[in-house]
């Protein structure tokens, strides 16, 4: 028999629902829901009270005092808790939460090794449709985006292989282009997937990638400022060439070659000008 339900007696509960986000932890570990709200609260910061109920395993209805607060976290996506991606959802309340996917997530991607020319509003858009959805790229009220790298918002497929990079090619020139991501959770160096769900890594049918033979790595994450300035302070070099052979394992071919080339000079010039600029400091 169905039973139905007039818009009357549900408006009270919409109402409600406005202020309010599904939350869900992409983990198989179950982690006690007092430990992720107070980690939540910790890096929310939400001016007004919130309320945390768990609707299911590792799925949570938060529900925010204040509309901003919701607003505020929405934008601020992707959430990390302890590495894991804390898969954050808006709510109307009439939608059931099981209907709710949780496979896609909102990451700032870094495109690197971009032409000049390329750097702008429409590429950003043209590349970033190839990962996923775009919903933002970074440039200047213009169009252009000029910098180290062209930064776009993309939402992604989490349980597809993160995408390390693209050959564009450019009046018959092709070039490589890397990317790497803002707030990347901890994702699999096998197979470079963010969340495997209940069937687990199924590369190789199970068993391990060697560690020489992985085509994933840390590189992929833009480091936390706390280690870009650790690398800044030391002469140590790991950080590059981390980020070198990283590079050198995502395509290969004589394109690789030649932007791998291109990237050592990139790097060997930057030491030389930061070596200059100790040596001015010294003299001082
Ligand atoms: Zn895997």
Not at 62 to 87: A, Y
Not at 179 to 206: A, M, N, Q, S
Request: overall charge positive.
């Amino acid at each position: 028999m169905e039973v139905a339900i007039q818009p009357r007696s549900v408006e009270n509960v919409v109402s409600r629902g406005k202020v309010c986000i599904i939350a869900k932890l992409l983990s198989e570990r179950y982690v006690g829901k007092e430990i992720i709200r107070r980690q939540l609260i910790k890096g929310w910061r939400p001016t007004g009270h919130l309320s945390f109920k768990v609707i299911g395993e590792n799925l949570f209805l938060v529900e925010f005092e204040k509309e901003w607060d919701k607003v505020r976290v929405l934008e601020g996506r992707p959430w990390i808790f302890e590495g894991i991606l804390f898969s954050v959802e808006d709510f109307d309340g009439l939608s059931s939460p099981s209907d709710i996917v949780f496979d896609q997530a909102v990451f700032w991607v870094r495109m690197f090794n971009l032409p000049l020319a390329c750097m702008g509003k429409e590429v950003g858009f043209q590349i970033g449709a190839t990962m996923g959805t775009v919903e933002e790229v970074d440039t200047d009220e213009d169009g252009v985006g000029w910098g180290e790298y062209l930064r776009v918002r993309i939402r992604i497929d989490v349980k597809k292989p993160l995408a390390r990079g693209r050959v564009i090619n450019l009046l018959g020139k092709q070039v490589l282009i890397g990317f790497r991501y803002e707030k990347l959770p901890k994702y699999c160096f096998d197979c470079g997937k963010i969340w495997h769900g209940r069937e687990g890594c199924t590369i190789r049918g199970g068993y391990r990638v060697k560690e020489s033979e992985k085509q994933y790595g840390p590189w992929l994450r833009v480091p936390s400022l706390r280690r870009q300035k650790e690398y800044q302070q030391s002469h140590h070099s790991a950080w590059h060439d981390e980020e070198l052979g990283g590079v050198k394992k995502f395509l290969e071919g004589e394109v690789l070659a030649r932007a791998v080339a291109s990237f050592q000079t990139e790097v060997v010039k930057r030491r030389r000008l930061r070596r200059k600029i100790q040596a001015i400091r010294i003299f001082r």
